[in-house]
């Protein structure tokens, strides 16, 4: 396994550092703060979409009865990983992420214990391929029986949209009947964080593509959309009792037919 590239930024790194995480270089950090300057919701953006995750991963292993993952682009482990969210409602329930970041990969021993009754794993792959990322993962969960596909911010860095729209709908073919599709991307509505998003690109790293909503509408086509839909993330079935505002990442659940 290579090393991990200190000297450009990583966006897994970044995200894991406006997330409060540890796991990231001052590279990462300048990078972060740089972005945060001209768009400060960032950091908003990055606390949100976590517990998005959390929200989702929630009902779909309490209330539909999930019991297998595929957190694809997973990132850096942080608080409340999708294989801690669904396995304390269900021990039995199975993860399984995949990431091609060297330093994620790193840290993919921390994350592995589970509990005695599931599986959890990391798989070397790369969302590009696919296929590649079907036959490694079918021989590890079942895909007689449903799965929630999670792509958690990840689309963005598929440059080409009609390639991240084939790259979706080849994912969501192999589901079977009754399985879900968990997603969400940053959109590019705001003029600040279009100007911010441009400056990381500048950086060298790999660029993350701002879409739109309605770009990010058609990765739902053919499945059916649990309430309330595609919307902001904090506007996803809020926990009762807050008040949430809306921010610039957009996401959905829905189901397969």
Not at 42 to 62: F, G, N, P, Q
Not at 83 to 90: E, G, L, N, P, Y
Not at 170 to 189: E, I, K, N, T, W
């Amino acid at each position: 396994m290579r090393e991990p590239d200190t000297s450009v930024p990583h966006s897994a790194r970044i995200w894991n550092y406006w997330m409060g995480g540890k796991d990231n270089y001052e590279v990462d950090r300048a990078a972060g703060d740089a972005y945060l300057a001209l768009a400060p919701q960032i950091a908003t953006m990055a606390r949100e979409s976590r517990k998005y995750l959390i929200r989702a991963v929630t009902h779909l292993t309490r209330d539909l009865g999930v019991r297998q993952f595929l957190d694809i682009g997973t990132g850096l482990p942080t608080y409340d990983n999708t294989h801690q969210v669904a396995q304390r409602i269900a021990p039995g329930a199975s993860v399984v992420y995949v990431d091609n970041d060297p330093i994620v990969l790193t840290h993919a021993a921390a994350l592995l214990p589970g509990t005695p009754e599931s599986v959890t794993t990391y798989i070397n792959g790369d969302l590009h391929d696919p296929e590649a990322i079907l036959d490694a993962v079918g021989e590890i969960l079942d895909f007689r029986a449903p799965v929630a596909l999670m792509l958690m911010g990840i689309l963005g860095h598929i440059q080409d949209f009609g390639e991240a729209q084939a790259i979706v709908r080849r994912l969501q073919a192999a589901l079977p009947s009754g399985s879900y599709f968990v997603h969400y991307d940053s959109v590019g509505v705001d003029d600040d964080l279009t100007k911010a998003q441009e400056g990381y690109d500048d950086t060298g790293a790999v660029p993350y593509v701002l879409r739109t909503p309605e770009q990010i509408t058609t990765f739902y086509e053919g499945l059916d959309l649990l309430a309330p839909g595609i919307v902001s993330c904090p506007l996803w079935r809020p926990d009762p009792g807050t008040s949430p505002e809306p921010t610039d990442i957009y996401g959905g659940v829905a189901g397969k037919p």
